[in-house]
């Protein structure tokens, strides 16, 4: 292997102001990105219905996005290597901004997939890279503080995706929650680049897999496509389903194997031999895709079937966040102190908690009610994320935690996409099981009709409303169930963690994301 090298001139370290700046400016990106995975959420049902589409066609803009965005992570270090990081950031960063100004401009849902894909494969390498050149910038004895902005733009990005989604959509329409993004983003690029001039990028020769790139996409997108088309297309009674499924399965399979015996993998799967690591990563993706689920489906019942606006919607998903900055100090204190694996245990057990509050609600539930348990939910979800990843790096070797916080990140994400399928699915499969079963059960339907006719209804109109509040019980018992799968979800999570080791000492939080 030859020597690393540079292509410039190196420049005097940045200090004073241009160092703040450009350390903001670099956090601004990581915020953006993680912004992008959540400011659609609320805005799915604006976006459907202004496209032409079902609201569960409209998640694909979600998992479009993390798909791609997943993707994109295990090739982060191979294009560092070989670009630099610093000028692929940049790149990525003034990237964002072109993508998302298609993104506003896309006219069908096709259009739209296609540029969120995009908008994901650019997105992907910002958020590893931002917390590399963070830690870069800074001096040594710095580094906390660079820590600190990084946690804080990956903590308060996807809680304040559904309030600004929300209220954006509202007022001025969903093309503008990516037009928004774009001076923002172009800006901040473009700054950067000029603070950054001159500074140190270090390059080395570097080598992708290309076939375990081809399988990795083979699989994944299959997957992503049978979760995402099979509600549509009567599942396994589709051969394009089965066929789907059999192109996943056995590209996952050549995947696993090429990977194992490959010297230079994209994804280091040898990783897993350390106990720590497969516990904290699996307990990571397992819980986040739970997280994630929730977060999608409250939004999406709350517009679909309680009458609120995108607006409100983002206000009872995104008002964790307040407990959860306000959390976060005093969470990183603990676990300086308390075994790392009782404190993500505890964390996730309370997300699982909040999930069976949840299942307490009805149709006639106020906001203030909704409110309660999301303001709840900050200080957990702060308990689960801080150390999880913390602890996932403290239990492999310093020289592979750049491919151990990779593996993570990837897991993580591609959980978030496969939750958003999963939990359509079951709320649609649910609803119309129950509505079977509660108009099997109405046996006085015609007696309460003749009734709303006797006193003047018209007989339409009185079927109709007997059929509309067998449909509202039908989606309002859905949800319920839903929140019952994601509890037991964060239930098998919370025990995950226990397979792990205990950890010798205080683990670094700050983590290789």
């Known amino acids: ?204 020769p570097s080598f992708i897999d290309k076939v375990g790139l081809a399988l990795l996409v083979l699989w994944v997108g299959a997957l992503q496509i049978m979760l995402d088309e099979g509600r549509n297309q009567d599942w396994f009674n589709s051969p394009e389903i089965c066929w789907l499924a059999a192109i996943a399965a056995i590209g996952f399979v050549a995947f696993l194997i090429w990977e194992l015996t490959e010297e230079n993998p994209i994804v280091n799967l040898k990783i897993f031999r350390y106990r720590g690591f497969a516990a904290a990563a699996t307990t990571y993706a397992v819980g986040f895709g739970a997280f994630f689920a929730s977060i999608v489906l409250l939004p999406l019942w709350l517009q679909s079937n309680m009458g609120y606006t995108a607006t409100w919607a983002g206000y009872a998903t995104g008002i964790m966040g307040i407990l959860a900055v306000a959390s976060a100090p005093l969470v990183g204190k603990a676990v300086e102190k308390i075994d790392a694996r009782l404190v993500v245990s505890v964390g996730i057990l309370g997300l699982g908690l909040i999930s069976v509050w949840r299942m307490s609600f009805t149709p006639d539930v106020t906001f203030a009610q909704m409110a309660w348990p999301t303001l709840l939910t900050g200080p957990f979800m702060v308990m689960f994320f801080v150390p999880v990843t913390g602890l996932a790096m403290a239990s492999v070797g310093h020289d592979e935690q750049a491919n151990a916080a990779g593996l993570s990140n990837f897991m993580r994400t591609l959980a978030g996409a496969f939750a958003t399928s999963l939990i359509q699915t079951g709320w649609q499969n649910a609803a119309r099981q129950n509505q079977t079963e509660l108009a099997g059960v109405v046996h006085h339907g015609r007696e309460l009709v003749d009734a709303a006719v006797g006193q003047g209804a018209p007989a339409a109109g009185a079927t109709e409303m007997l059929s509309y509040l067998v449909e509202g019980q039908s989606v309002m018992l859905a949800t319920l169930n839903m929140f019952a799968v994601i509890a037991v979800c964060f239930g098998v999570a919370a025990t995950l963690i226990w397979i792990a080791p205990k950890p010798q000492g205080p683990i670094d939080t700050s983590g290789a994301h």
């Not at 020597?3 to 005097?12: D, G, K, N, S």
């Not at 959540?38 to 805005?43: D, E, F, K």
């Not at 997105?123 to 660079?146: D, W």
Request: charged residues 10%; contains cysteine.
């Open 1 to 204: 292997m030859s020597t690393v090298t540079t292509h410039r001139a190196e420049a005097q370290p940045l200090t004073g102001l241009p160092l703040y700046a450009a350390a903001i400016l670099i956090g601004l990106g990581n915020f953006l990105v993680v912004l992008d995975t959540t400011i659609a959420n609320v805005s799915v049902p604006t976006i459907a219905g202004n496209l032409g589409v079902s609201s569960s066609q409209g998640t694909w803009v979600i998992t479009s996005y993390a798909v791609a965005e997943a993707i994109t992570v295990p090739l982060t270090g191979w294009l560092a290597g070989k670009f630099g990081a610093q000028r692929v950031f940049i790149t990525c960063y003034i990237g964002f901004a072109a993508i998302s100004l298609l993104c506003g401009l896309s006219s069908s849902l096709g259009m739209l997939l296609g540029m969120r894909v995009l908008l994901g494969l650019v997105g992907g390498p910002i958020m590893p890279l931002s917390q590399m050149l963070l830690l870069r910038i800074f001096p040594k004895e710095k580094a906390t503080l660079a820590t600190v902005i990084w946690a804080m733009t990956t903590l308060v990005g996807p809680v304040a995706g559904p309030i600004l989604g929300g209220i954006i959509c509202d007022s001025v329409g969903w093309s503008w929650i990516f037009f928004i993004k774009v001076p923002v983003a172009a800006a901040g690029g473009l700054v950067l680049l000029l603070l950054l001039r001159g500074q140190p990028d270090p390059t080395k």
